[in-house]
T-cell receptor, first 113, second 114 residues
Framework: EAQVTQNPRYLITVTGKKLTVTCSQN?????MSWYRQDPGLGLRQIYY???????DKGDVPEGYKVSRKEKRNFPLILESPSPNQTSLYFC????????????FGEGSRLTVL | KQEVTQIPAALSVPEGENLVLNCSFT??????LQWFRQDPGKGLTSLLL?????REQTSGRLNASLDKSSGRSTLYIAASQPGDSATYLC?????????????FGQGTILTVHP
């Protein structure tokens, strides 16, 4: 089954404790991206990647890192999480940048205390 | 910077009505526009994708149109059902200097009551 898988789905952590949210897709997609969703602010793009070893900043990249060492994986790294990073995070992928339909993961709800 | 606006913010209709959701964007240099639905606490489900060269796309009771020059898209839902109740989001894939970026509207919360 074609899917985008995120882990963990739920996480409660404390300020400053490094964490990684993994994202994996099994559709051989070139384009992958991360978003956060906050009440009143909607969905905002954090980072995106157009292919292996190619990443770029979205609208809200501060406090986040990403890497794309393999085509299928695009982890989101919070080196030193802060309470303002408490949010619902989504990973998405598409075949390519211009034509592909975007497929989303189920979301990861992160709480930083 | 691309900005995407959806109107109305919320809509409540009786079952069976036809309805239109609106999405407008400020920069017409786009690759495509995609409509999604999101159920509470869930991820996003793709409804329709319209390429910048297309005028409309249809899937079942849904029809989406795109007027790139005026920066507008509409999602038409025919014969609405209670199961259509969800938040509907439009997202624009930008070209030009914003190559690769995806911008979402705030969404329209739709309630269809029996």
């Amino acid at each position: 089954e074609a899917q985008v898988t995120q882990n963990p789905r739920y996480l409660i952590t404390v300020t400053g404790k490094k964490l990684t949210v993994t994202c994996s897709q099994n559709m051989n997609h070139e384009y992958m991206s991360w978003y956060r969703q906050d009440p009143g602010l909607g969905l905002r793009q954090i980072y995106y990647s157009m292919n292996v070893e190619v990443t770029d900043k979205g609208d809200v990249p501060e406090g986040y890192k990403v890497s794309r060492k393999e085509k299928r994986n695009f982890p989101l790294i919070l080196e030193s999480p802060s309470p303002n990073q408490t949010s619902l995070y989504f990973c998405a992928s598409s075949l390519d940048l211009t034509a592909g339909e975007l497929f989303f993961g189920e979301g990861s709800r992160l709480t930083v205390l | 910077k691309q900005e995407v606006t959806q109107i109305p913010a919320a809509l409540s209709v009786p079952e069976g009505e036809n309805l239109v959701l609106n999405c407008s964007f400020t920069d017409s240099a786009i690759y495509n526009l995609q409509w999604f639905r999101q159920d509470p606490g869930k991820g996003l489900t793709s409804l329709l994708l319209i390429q910048s060269s297309q005028r409309e796309q249809t899937s079942g009771r849904l029809n989406a149109s795109l007027d790139k020059s005026s920066g507008r898209s509409t999602l038409y839902i025919a014969a609405s059902q209670p199961g259509d109740s969800a938040t509907y989001l439009c997202a624009v894939r930008s070209g030009g200097t914003s190559y690769g970026k995806l911008t979402f509207g705030q969404g329209t919360i739709l309630t269809v009551h029996p």
